[in-house]
């Protein structure tokens, strides 16, 4: 379906069809969930400092494998907005921090990752509302990220060499992997099953609900 904004952004990116996607105020009508599992599926984790490329997608889908049934659309969305935004190393958004407060303080540093919050919040709430979902309870938001924590330990295994210095994930017992390996994808593949999960899993594509015009 065909969708013209009702006026011109003043800050936009153009999705990969072309269709230009607010990023500051973002909408639900703007939300298409064939380009966003698309852009996952070229958005590199880790900078793309592992042996083949891990896509954002290949992650969703790994996580999706192992979340209990009530979490899997949620965390199919866990990380929909790097679609929009890219996915933003945690390592840099702590030296992004430091940074700003050995510059400008902490109160400055405060409000900077306030900004990053709130715009990942907005383009979160556009995208849940098009998938006929609510935002995760702050129980659900601690669930999703034990999984989330789940499958870098499993990227850490399944498609990272031997580390020099530990990570932050090793000292926690509870997360680490007992699965059999998880078998990379191209970027191809993890499109098709990401976009495949969404029309089973998310309620505005699956039937079970009608969106709001």
């Not at 064939?34 to 790994?62: D, M």
């Not at 907005?122 to 990220?145: N, S, V």
């Not at 990227?155 to 990379?184: G, N």
């Not at 998310?202 to 009608?210: D, F, R, T, V, Y």
Request: net charge negative; glycine share 4%.
């Amino acid at each position: 379906m065909s969708y013209s904004p009702p006026s011109l952004p003043v800050i936009w990116m153009p999705s990969y069809t072309g269709r230009p996607i607010d990023l500051v105020n973002p909408i639900a009508q703007e939300v298409d969930f064939a380009e966003i599992a698309h852009a996952l599926s070229l958005e590199n984790r880790f900078g793309g400092n592992t042996q083949k490329p891990i896509s954002v997608a290949l992650h969703t889908l790994i996580g999706c494998a192992l979340a209990p049934d009530n979490l899997v659309a949620l965390f199919a969305l866990h990380d929909a907005a790097e679609a929009r935004l890219g996915d933003r190393l945690q390592p840099e958004k702590s030296a992004t921090y430091q940074v700003a407060c050995e510059m400008f303080g902490t109160d400055a540093a405060d409000m900077i990752e306030r900004v990053r919050k709130e715009l990942e919040s907005r383009h979160d709430r556009a995208i849940h509302q098009a998938a006929g979902l609510e935002i995760p309870t702050p129980e659900q938001k601690a669930a999703l990220r034990r999984i989330d924590l789940m499958v870098l330990a499993i990227e850490k295994r399944d498609f990272h060499v031997p580390q020099q210095l530990p990570w932050m994930i090793d000292a926690i017992p509870d997360i680490q992997p007992s699965c059999p390996p998880f078998t990379w994808m191209p970027p191809e593949e993890a499109e098709a099953e990401l976009l495949a999960l969404f029309k089973r899993h998310l309620p505005a594509l699956n039937g079970k609900m009608m969106l709001a015009a």
